[in-house]
């Protein structure tokens, strides 16, 4: 069964300091690995996904992440925060094509940003 | 282009009373997911549909019912509401399997007391 962990439950970072969130996947198969970000009362937004191809992988709002097999892990990144940033991002693994779409997210890091 | 839309936004039951709760969506997705979310615990997907028609137990059933009898409606039903059915419920749709991206609503929070 795919399941994902994000090991961060809440992070604070100052505005315009570097960002890293954490993801790990397990997962039989080549994954699809998707990060979302969920904003206070607001359903979710996908930032970035990743299929097949180039392991790093450019999403909206200055976003990205590096699909890494050995690790098992596709860690989000961003230089520079903004204090918008602030929000819940949550990481997720879906099935391959051919399969139901079942998407299996991740337990959630709330991000704070400090001004 | 409304995307994903969910009815109500709030709303509180009482102990065994019923309600449904709605979601349509109007970009011609075959595939619909209802996600219920509580806090720290990440999203678990109740059920899910490929099709009209066609309907599956995701991971968290239980206390739930579905059908889709149209492409753009995929409404879920509580029979006897409980207090473990306290939580956010999202519905989103995708246009197909796989790596297809899912498209959420704004969700409808629901309080059983």
């Known amino acids: 069964a795919q399941s994902v962990t994000q090991p961060d439950i809440h992070i604070t970072v100052s505005e315009g300091a570097s960002l890293e969130l954490r993801c790990n996947y397990s997962?039989?198969?080549?994954?699809?690995l998707f990060w979302y970000v969920q904003s206070p009362g607001q359903g979710l937004q996908l930032l970035l996904k990743y299929f097949s191809g180039d392991t790093l992988v450019q999403g909206i709002k200055g976003f990205e992440a590096e699909f890494k097999r050995s690790q098992s892990s596709f860690n989000l990144r961003k230089p520079s925060v903004h204090w918008s940033d602030a929000a819940e991002y949550f990481c997720?693994?879906?099935?391959?094509?051919?399969?139901?779409?079942?998407?299996?997210f991740g337990t959630g890091t709330r991000l704070q940003v400090t001004l | 282009n409304a995307g994903v839309t969910q009815t109500p936004k709030f709303r509180i039951l009482k102990i065994g009373q019923s309600m449904t709760l709605q979601c349509t969506q109007d970009m011609n997705h075959n595939y619909m997911y209802w996600y219920r979310q509580d806090p720290g615990m990440g999203l678990k997907l109740i059920y899910y549909s490929v099709g009209a028609g066609i309907t599956d137990k995701g991971e968290v059933p239980n206390g739930y019912n579905v059908s889709r009898s149209t492409t753009e409606d995929f409404p879920l039903r509580l029979e006897l509401a409980a207090p473990s059915q306290t939580s956010v419920y999202f519905c989103a749709s995708s246009y197909s399997s796989g790596g297809h991206e899912q498209y959420f609503g704004p969700g409808t929070r629901l309080t059983v007391t």
């Open positions: 997720a693994v879906g099935a391959a094509a051919g399969t139901a779409s079942k998407l299996t």
């Open positions: 997962y039989g198969a080549t994954p699809y």
